[in-house]
């Protein structure tokens, strides 16, 4: 089991991608939410989000302390922004986990980019989108590694890229967030992300 740590670069792509609000607000699916996607409680719903903006549907302070209360929280609308940075860090926690659990090929270790790019994946996918027959196939290919020390063809290249490429083409809804993560999978690997998602 590998013990790596979420980087910047990858805390910066999730944060980026993921509404932020100090106060309570709903989620598309109407769970009340806060800070950057912390969900609250799947046991409330209100008025769906619609638009990806935190502040088209913010809970009012009225539905925010009856939230607080009736789920006895040590905390309520707007919450600070330390425990804002306390959620986002035990969100991650689990896509971090997810990530260092995977089995890689002997010798091999993912880059910080890498890391960074497969847990915002499996943050915003769930832990269960890295065991799909794509992202275990690239997973399985030595070459994709910084490790590998041997040469690597013009083919080989190619493979890498494809392979990255398929991984990552996970919600049609998301293409611009994965292809960023598959650009960020890439940084400074040998090959580079010269296929967009679902364009295999």
């Not at 809970?59 to 929280?73: E, G, I, R, V, W």
Request: hydrophobic share 35%; net charge positive; charged share 15%.
């Amino acid at each position: 089991m590998a013990n790596q740590s979420l980087g910047t670069s990858g805390t910066t792509l999730i944060k980026s991608h993921e509404g932020f609000s100090l106060k309570f607000y709903a989620d598309p699916s109407g769970y009340p939410t806060v800070g950057w996607g912390h969900l609250i409680t799947k046991n409330k719903t209100y008025s769906r989000n619609k638009t990806g903006n935190p502040n088209d549907s913010l809970l009012t302070q009225a539905q925010a302390n009856a939230l607080t209360h009736s789920l006895n929280l040590n905390y309520t609308s707007p919450i600070s922004r330390t425990q804002a940075n306390t959620f986002f860090a035990k969100d991650t926690a689990k896509a971090v986990a997810a990530v260092n659990n995977l089995d890689l090929p002997a010798g091999c270790k993912f880059s910080q980019s890498q890391f960074d790019a497969l847990v915002s994946l499996a943050f915003n996918g769930g832990p269960g989108v890295l065991v799909s027959e794509d992202v275990q196939a690239m997973l399985a290919h030595k070459q994709i590694y910084p490790t590998f020390s041997g040469p690597i063809s013009s083919t080989e290249i190619t493979t890498c890229s494809k392979l990255v490429s398929k991984a990552f083409s996970y919600d049609r809804n998301l293409q611009r967030r994965r292809n960023e993560e598959a650009a960020l999978f890439c940084k400074n690997a040998r090959y580079t992300h010269q296929y967009p998602v679902y364009t295999l």
